[in-house]
Structure formats: C-alpha cells, structure tokens
C-alpha cells in the first residue's frame, strides 16, 4: 500500500486512485500536505468542497420534485381530457347514430309509398350526415379556447 494514502485505501491501486482525486482536487499529493496550517487549509477546502456537493445535491432534488410535480400535473391533465374525449365521442356517436336512425326512417318510408323525391331527401340528407365531422364542434370548442386565451381578441356583442 501507498505510504502517502495510509488509512485511506486498501490496495496500491485504491491508493493510486486515492491521490489521483486529491491531485485533481487539490492540485498536489497528501504527501505535500506538510504543516498543521496546510493541513487547515486542506480541511478547509474539503469542507467547502462537501457544503457545494451538498447544495448542488439539494437543488437536484428539488428539480426532481419538481419535474415529479409537473409530470403528474400532465398526467392528470392527459387522463381528464381522454375522459372527456370519450364521453364526448359516446355522445356524439349515439347522436350520429340517432340521426342516422331517422334518416332511414325516411327513406324507407319513402321506399314504401314509392316516393322519389322524398327518397331523393332522405339519400341527400344521408350523404350530408355521413360526411359531416363528428369532431366540428370540438374544433370550434378549440378555436374558441385558444381566441379566449389570446389577449388581443375582441369581443363584439
């Protein structure tokens, strides 16, 4: 073992790693240490050195807790918009389907009496359904958000 790293490693080459983090931190070998006033001075910048690492490891930690914080705050916020999102396409989709319901009422009644143009109405009234977005008011919904969250938008009544 190192005489200079007695008491701290254990094997030459603990030691070797020893005084290679001494040498990079106090840019000389414990063997250089050679007065109780250096020593001092040593400690000293141990101390100070333990105090950084200390704040730096607390100010880690709060990022972390508050990177913890932010990420449940967006999980909660993705979770309560996937609920509305799925009650709002349950609505909307029985709704559809409503619509659609009646609009074969039409035409099948119009199949019935041998209604051309009622039948005529009922297929137009069909295509118009089937083409519409499901999804429209939540686009206008969108728009509205974002033009009440820009300051600049006028509002005229």
Same mark, same amino acid.
């Given at each position: 073992?190192?005489?200079?790293?007695? *008491? &701290?490693?254990?094997?030459?080459?603990?030691?070797?790693?020893?005084?290679?983090? &001494?040498?990079?931190? %106090? *840019?000389?070998?414990?063997?250089? &240490?050679? +007065?109780?006033?250096?020593?001092?001075?040593? @400690?000293?910048?141990?101390?100070?050195? /333990?105090?950084?690492? /200390?704040?730096?490891?607390?100010?880690?930690?709060?990022?972390?807790?508050?990177?913890?914080?932010?990420?449940?705050?967006?999980?909660?916020?993705?979770?309560?918009?996937?609920?509305?999102?799925?009650? /709002?396409?349950?609505?909307?989709?029985?709704?559809?389907?409503?619509? @659609?319901?009646?609009? @074969?009422?039409?035409?099948?009644?119009?199949?019935?009496?041998?209604?051309?143009?009622?039948?005529?109405?009922?297929?137009?009234?069909?295509?118009?359904?089937?083409? +519409?977005?499901? @999804? *429209?008011? %939540?686009?206008? &919904?969108?728009?509205?958000?974002?033009?009440?969250?820009?300051? *600049?938008?006028?509002?005229?009544?």
């Amino acid at each position: 073992m190192s005489k200079k790293a007695k *008491g &701290v490693a254990t094997t030459t080459e603990d030691a070797t790693v020893v005084d290679s983090v &001494v040498d990079r931190v %106090l *840019g000389r070998s414990v063997a250089s &240490v050679s +007065s109780p006033t250096h020593a001092l001075s040593v @400690f000293q910048q141990l101390v100070t050195t /333990y105090e950084e690492v /200390y704040r730096i490891d607390e100010t880690e930690k709060t990022k972390r807790r508050d990177i913890e914080r932010q990420r449940q705050v967006a999980l909660a916020q993705i979770h309560a918009q996937k609920e509305f999102l799925l009650k /709002y396409l349950t609505f909307a989709f029985a709704e559809r389907k409503e619509n @659609f319901r009646q609009v @074969f009422k039409v035409v099948d009644a119009a199949i019935s009496k041998r209604d051309n143009e009622q039948l005529a109405l009922g297929l137009r009234a069909m295509t118009e359904l089937a083409a +519409s977005n499901p @999804f *429209g008011p %939540l686009i206008e &919904v969108q728009k509205t958000r974002k033009a009440l969250e820009d300051g *600049g938008q006028v509002w005229e009544f």
